[in-house]
């Protein structure tokens, strides 16, 4: 009895033993287990700070310690840090939410200046409806809170490229209304020089709208001078032959009356007067001393561009036997700081494409060839200035949406523009978008262009 007794007792000794062991096991299991977690959540809240401090700084760049948006930023690198802020928000230090708040408002306030540039367009070459000077001065200061300067660039080019639109819109507007209104009034006021230039203003025309509104009055205008001219043509054709009968048949005791007979030279345009600024004549070159001036620096051209470096003004020059005369307006000339010599004029610009500029490689045989279209050898050509003159070996017009409406001029490694884009480059005439207009209307390429 003793010994089962005893046995009894040992069998519960080692029972307790047993369990106690595994109670101990389990704390040990559990306290890892709790470790683990900790340490696995501490883990896990220190990368994703770190993922995404780096997620947003790497969309940053650093220059003279200003921090901004660097060029490219991918639309789907910000959808990520949108995803992630919304999933780990809370394991997110304050250091942090405010980096991802501050990158979202960066790249939000820059995308939302590309739209409002993109709701200034009507298609690719007009400007919408509404658009004015004032809205486009408040997008003008907008734009300068972008710190990034190619992208700033980039939206400051498209917005100039408009504002020289709305310009030369309103310019053309007001004059192609101010010549209907004479046409309305009494059609015989036509003349070549204003038909023609209202013909140059309707294509300069960037807004639909406007377009609309004149397309049928410039088309009436056209055809009544047309009509008009002819009348004129056969009015003048039986005057003259009348004249030469009269003169015929007039008997030898009447004294000799010199017959008003018209010589048609081919060219049909009236000589227009100067109704843009009659006082221009004032102070402005003589025949004499035009004539002088360009035979001094050997001209011989029949017709070319003159520019009047002491009075300021520029103009068509004709020459008549061996006399040269103005012919048609003298515009005024806002600034010039091109030298005095002889040029020629190597193209008219009216609103070039993305793809459209000028060969400045001294070296090449092209140079000073524009083009709308690159040459295989300069189609990868790259540089972003603004002055065509530091440019090489390609000047791309669209880094300079001043040049979008102006005239190339040359001579031998020297190239300038007449223009009434403001620009500080050198070698450039600047006149109003009145005057370019009248200017590109009335030269072509290849023809002189000498600053005396």
Do not use: C
Request: charged share 20%; net charge positive; no cysteine.
């Amino acid at each position: 009895m003793e010994t089962e007794a005893m046995s009894t007792r040992q069998a519960k000794s080692l029972s307790r033993k047993k369990h106690q062991k595994k109670i101990k096991r389990i704390i040990l299991w559990s306290l890892f287990a709790l470790v683990a977690v900790t340490l696995g959540s501490a883990a896990g809240w220190g990368y994703t700070n770190v993922h995404i401090r780096h997620k947003v700084e790497a969309q940053y760049a650093t220059v003279d310690r200003q921090r901004f948006l660097k060029t490219n930023v991918a639309a789907h690198t910000i959808q990520r840090v949108r995803t992630d802020q919304a999933h780990w928000s809370w394991l997110l230090t304050p250091t942090n939410r405010q980096k991802v708040k501050q990158l979202l408002q960066d790249y939000t306030a820059r995308q939302q200046r590309d739209h409002d540039l993109d709701r200034l367009m009507d298609g690719k070459n007009y400007y919408r409806d509404g658009v004015n000077v004032a809205q486009l001065n408040r997008l003008d200061q907008r734009l300068l809170k972008e710190k990034n300067q190619t992208v700033y660039q980039r939206q400051k080019n498209r917005l100039d490229t408009v504002q020289v639109w709305v310009a030369q819109t309103n310019d053309g507007n007001q004059f192609i209304g101010q010549v209907y209104q004479t046409f309305q009034q009494d059609k015989q006021q036509l003349t070549q020089e204003k038909v023609s230039e209202a013909d140059v203003y309707y294509r300069l025309l960037k807004n639909r709208k406007i377009i609309a509104h004149w397309r049928q009055p410039i088309k009436a205008m056209d055809a009544s001078f047309t009509e008009l001219q002819k009348e004129k043509n056969q009015n003048q054709a039986a005057a003259d032959k009348k004249a030469i009968e009269d003169f015929k048949n007039a008997p030898l005791t009447v004294p000799y009356t010199p017959a008003k007979v018209t010589i048609d030279s081919g060219n049909s345009r009236d000589e227009p007067t100067n109704d843009r600024n009659p006082s221009s004549s004032s102070g402005s070159v003589s025949s004499n001393a035009l004539t002088q001036a360009l035979n001094d620096a050997g001209i011989t051209a029949s017709r070319l561009l003159v520019l009047d470096s002491d009075a300021n003004s520029i103009f068509i020059a004709q020459r008549s036997g061996s006399v040269y005369n103005v012919s048609g307006s003298r515009y005024s000339v806002v600034n010039n700081n091109l030298d005095t010599g002889t040029y020629r004029i190597r193209a008219t610009i009216q609103s070039p494409g993305a793809d459209a500029g000028v060969i400045t490689d001294p070296d090449s045989s092209q140079f000073g060839t524009y083009f709308t279209t690159p040459p295989s050898q300069y189609q990868d050509a790259d540089n972003s200035t603004s002055d065509f003159n530091s440019a090489t070996p390609v000047f791309w017009l669209k880094n300079q949406p001043a040049l979008s409406s102006s005239i190339l001029v040359a001579s031998g490694g020297q190239l300038g523009f007449i223009t009434s884009g403001s620009l500080s480059s050198e070698n450039v005439v600047r006149v109003s978008s009145s005057s370019i207009s009248g200017l590109i209307g009335a030269v072509n390429s290849g023809m002189v262009f000498a600053v005396i």
